[in-house]
């Protein structure tokens, strides 16, 4: 058996994991890659595998930096199953659509201003790929046990979001496991990840493997942001991620109204696909901390703005207001037209709610950058940005470590260090080292590592 690292090694994008037996081949995570340039690239460079031979996909969760490439295979041919979690699914119908359909509208307004090398601008896939990509999904439940060839592998939940695995895979007389995204033990809305089986070896994600979450209550950063922008009368634009970071934003800012920490200000969700999982959330209320009647509240507090039109209405809101809008990262999405209006004003305030990849728009805007570029033109940053680091739903190093303590691996159990920046994947190598008896690298991409 072996293991071909085909992305999500040495940054936090483009997670792609060829599993290979004697019979049968397998894709753990099939992820875009997000954030520079030289890796969008990547995005249009073929894979190094056939196609025709790969027997399934695996995939952890719905993120686009571990699903968003699954409608490239589609096109190029695969019809075979993708294999994840109920949830899952339900999540990858609205965010592999709503990704197609970003990528269309970006290659008609690049054509359209001719911003653009080639003469002829195309999406990597079209809203229809998208969505017809999602026939080859078959989801299953946590602790099913599936077989695919002679590997068989089941799900375990992993917190971070609604349907988000760890997949342990067994074959060839050994048991692999790959952490996907880990989930915190005291996450505002989401269960704690469960703690892994004895092992032979673990590929694990390291976002944060040299940081500490601020142990700042977000709840009172929040309030601090919120109270500041109704004193000065301004608006506060959130870029917020659709799939779990704009739900605990909802929660939390119903829940300071309630508790008068904070004046009542109109609040918008401008992102289509952030409203469609706010209803699959209340869904699977299992995965969650929230009760039906908390899911409805933080909902009806929350003006849902769904059409264009209604996105555009926004510019003629009376101050002060707070707008919730994708993507997360400023990478695309309607955040951008609100940037395009009100980045130039001194009294914007824009607050980032989560991870911020290198090279992206968010990351620029947090380092102070004077200008940042949006279709083409460049907009002067004139606005405050600040950060809130609370609500982030990935472990960080010191979580990762107790996930590993709780869990049943031994102490010569090899861990390789993927979906992680060069200095995170370091500080945690270096840490887990340093306190720990496990063997720890970090992989490389396209590395091949056999068993």
Known sequence: MRITFLGGTETVTGSKFLL???????????????????????????????????????????????????????????????????????????????????????????????????????????????????????????DEQVEVGDIRFHLQPAGHILGAASIIVEAEGKRIGFSGDVGRFDDLLMRPPRPLPELDLLLMESTYGNRQHNPQDAAQQLASVVNRVAKSGSVLLVPAFAVGRAQALQHLLANLMEQGAIPKLPIYLDSPMAIKVSDIFCHFSDQHHLSHEQCHHMCDLVTYTRTVDESKALAGQAFPHIIIAGSGMATGGRILHHFKRLLSDSRTMVLFTGYQAGGTRGAKMLEGVDAVKIHGNWIPLRAEVDEISGLSGHADYLELTKWLHQSKLTKTTPIKLIHGDPEALEGLRVHLQEHTQFKVDVAGYRDILSL
């Open 20 to 142: 290979e037996t004697e019979r049968t081949k397998v894709l753990i995570d099939c992820g875009l890659y997000q954030g520079y340039k030289w890796l969008r690239e990547r995005n249009w460079q073929s894979l190094p595998l056939d196609i025709d031979k790969l027997d399934a996909v695996l995939l952890t969760h719905a993120h686009l930096d571990h699903s968003g490439y699954i409608p490239v295979l589609y096109k190029h041919g695969f019809r075979g199953p993708v294999f994840t979690h109920h949830a899952t699914k339900a999540l990858c119908q609205i965010l592999l659509a709503d990704s197609g359909h970003i990528q269309e509208e970006d290659a008609k307004y690049y054509s359209k201003h001719k911003l653009s090398k080639r003469e002829q601008p195309e999406p990597l896939y079209d809203r229809h790929t998208a969505e017809s990509s999602m026939a080859l999904f078959q989801s299953v439940d946590f």
